[in-house]
């Protein structure tokens, strides 16, 4: 290699100069470097179609396996109507609280200065590090028949856990710090100077944040937007805890999946999945057009 | 920047932004509401517990081996995502082929592909009569209902992290230092390991331990595959749920404050390294 370089550097010196030089210089030229490139490609090709693309594939083909018939009764079956239901429910008030969270936490993170700012921030991030499992866990022991507010809870008739607020409520801690993930970085990139301009100039908070912060943020509150979305639907383990497995009625779509298949009724569970995997792929499209529009 | 800031602060001692209280109210507020307070059950339910009852719960075997389980197979996994990972972003940022930007939006799919479906998607194909399992089965390997099985799930919920971790700094690095190691007679593989990889360091670590974070808590994608046999295939998640199950609040919240003080010190250790990273960026 070393030696290779340093006769193509010789031999271009007699020929045409700035070219040679930019040839040697560039490593990504030789034939090394070509064979090393498309060793990479086709390995990291294998290893996404064996890891990513293989099991849509296997979703879609057990999916229709029994026929058309059996796949349509399975999509537009009572009990998985009703759990596409919840998951949308449970979909939207997240992405709902967590829009009205993600943008006055980051609102606050990156306009003002206050000690404690970087504990504020760990603290949003929590839900990152714990295991769905847990995140479910959390909400029995506060609001089950267990928990410090069961009792309270019980006198006034609310049910919480093993009911829809529960779920929604799960669903909700899984998803928190996306959006304010994703507006964080961008508002503390545009600094402040124009939201102080506007408000030495008189601007009210409401008017600053219309026309100053929100064109700067509206790509990121997007695809944070997207982002939550595509977990909150997905989600399994917390809602899993808090769920009891009600058909009907606290059933989503991917607990309904896990029944269907606990009950070794395959095809159904697999259609159901492709729901669920169009979902995806849509979230996928919708993600990559925004960062190419963001671009 | 930060001391531009103090000093506008210092110097006018008042925020000249409005919406300083609302903001600060509507976050913590909501914070409080679905983190904190019911985050902090679980510190008061351990807390019921005597430290001996505690110890006793938490080492006990089942709960040990489900730990080991869900450590040593997150770890592992981990560990192949960084290898792949790294290729992955490597090819993404540094090539241009057809399908690069299909690649590209590939990665995000085990983010956004319901974790119940991945898992339920996977055992069939690494089960013994399965597409890919009936291959190793030939070869007397089993997959699905192993250890080898719930690494490969972790596996795919992994990869996103490690990619994504890498893919900004990749594209940042100054392309000047390779060029001038081989210029002054390095090979590109001695460039690689002594000038690329030393650059890509944090960012890859970074990636790792989120992986690693993930592997740990994991649970709708491992769940199928790993068959649940107990001291053999329990993930640590999967306890907790069992233990739910037959009520056992006590246990099930013993073994949960612990993989939760692990995930902890996982993401200190996370976020000190990309502390780090923008120090040494920034001079």
Redesign the interface.
């Known amino acids: 290699?070393?030696k290779e370089?340093?006769q193509e550097y010789e031999q271009d010196l007699v020929g045409d100069g700035i070219n040679s030089i930019q040839k040697?210089?560039d490593?990504?030229k030789?034939e090394?470097?070509h064979a090393?490139?498309y060793v990479?490609?086709s390995?990291?090709?294998f290893?996404?179609f064996?890891?990513?693309?293989?099991?849509?594939i296997?979703?879609v083909i057990?999916a229709l396996r029994d026929g058309w018939a059996a796949y349509t009764e399975a999509v537009f079956d009572e009990y998985t109507v009703k759990a596409l239901q919840l998951t949308l429910l449970a979909t939207v008030s997240a992405v709902a609280?967590n829009t009205?969270?993600g943008v006055?936490?980051s609102?606050?993170l990156s306009?003002?200065?206050?000690r404690g700012r970087q504990l504020?921030s760990?603290?949003?991030?929590?839900?990152?590090?714990?295991?769905?499992?847990?995140a479910g866990?959390?909400?029995?022991?506060?609001f089950g028949n267990?928990?410090?507010m069961g009792d309270f809870l019980k006198a006034h008739n609310i049910k919480i856990v093993f009911a829809v607020p529960g779920i929604i409520?799960a669903t909700?801690?899984v998803t928190?710090p996306f959006v304010f993930r994703e507006l964080l970085p961008v508002l503390n990139a545009q600094g402040?100077d124009e939201?102080?301009a506007a408000?030495?100039m008189g601007a009210?908070?409401f008017t600053?944040?219309c026309r100053i912060t929100f064109p700067h943020i509206k790509w990121a509150l997007l695809y944070g937007i997207v982002?939550c979305t595509?977990?909150a639907?997905?989600?399994?383990?917390a809602v899993?805890?808090l769920s009891g497995h009600l058909r009907g009625k606290t059933n989503t779509?991917?607990?309904h999946?896990?029944i269907l298949?606990n009950e070794f009724n395959?095809t159904a569970?697999?259609a159901v999945?492709s729901i669920?995997?169009i979902l995806?792929?849509l979230?996928?499209?919708a993600?990559?057009l925004i960062e190419w529009k963001r671009k | 920047m930060e001391q531009q800031i103090v000093k506008v602060k210092n110097k006018r001692g008042v925020k000249v932004i409005p919406g300083f209280g609302f903001s600060m109210g509507v976050t913590l507020f909501l914070l409080s509401v679905i983190v904190l307070i019911p985050l902090a059950s679980i510190f008061l339910s351990t807390a019921r517990l005597d430290f001996r009852e505690f110890w006793e719960i938490v080492t006990s075997r089942q709960i040990v081996s489900g730990y080991i389980v869900s450590l040593s197979c997150s770890f592992i996994a981990a560990l192949v995502n960084v290898v792949f990972g790294l290729m992955l972003a490597w090819v993404i940022v540094r090539y241009e082929f057809p399908g690069r930007r299909l690649m590209d939006g590939l990665i995000e799919l085990p983010f956004a592909l319901p974790t119940a479906v991945a898992g339920i998607s996977l055992t069939y194909l690494y089960s013994d009569q399965g597409w890919i399992g009936s291959f190793f089965a030939k070869a007397g390997i089993k997959i699905a209902y192993t250890r080898i099985g719930i690494t490969i799930a972790m596996v795919f919920v992994g990869i996103p992290f490690v990619v994504r971790s890498l893919q900004p700094v990749l594209e940042k690095l100054d392309r000047q230092y390779e060029e001038a190691a081989l210029m002054l007679g390095a090979g590109r593989t001695y460039t690689f390991f002594r000038v690329i990889l030393p650059e890509l360091f944090p960012a890859l670590l970074a990636g790792f331990g989120l992986a690693f974070a993930r592997g740990i808590g994991e649970y709708g994608s491992v769940v199928f595959i790993a068959g649940n046999i107990p001291y053999k295939t329990q993930i640590a998640p999967l306890l907790i749920m069992t233990k739910l199950e037959q009520y056992k609040y006590a246990d099930a919240t013993a073994c949960a404050l612990v993989l939760l003080l692990i995930s902890f010190a996982l993401m200190l250790l996370i976020n000190s390294i990309q502390l780090h990273m923008q120090k040494f960026s920034k001079c």
């Open positions: 290699m070393k370089a340093t040697v210089i490593p990504h030789t090394a470097a090393t490139k990479l490609i390995v990291c090709a290893f996404l064996v890891m990513l693309v293989l099991p849509l296997v979703v057990n609280v009205v969270f006055f936490a609102y606050l306009k003002f200065y206050f504020l760990a603290l949003i991030d929590i839900p990152f590090s714990i295991s769905p499992v847990i866990l959390i909400f029995i022991l506060t267990v928990g410090w409520l909700i801690f928190f402040k939201e102080e408000a030495l009210k908070g600053i944040f982002l595509a977990r639907m997905g989600e399994f383990g899993s805890v779509l991917p607990l999946v896990e298949y395959t569970a697999f999945s669920l995997v995806a792929i979230i996928l499209i993600r990559n």
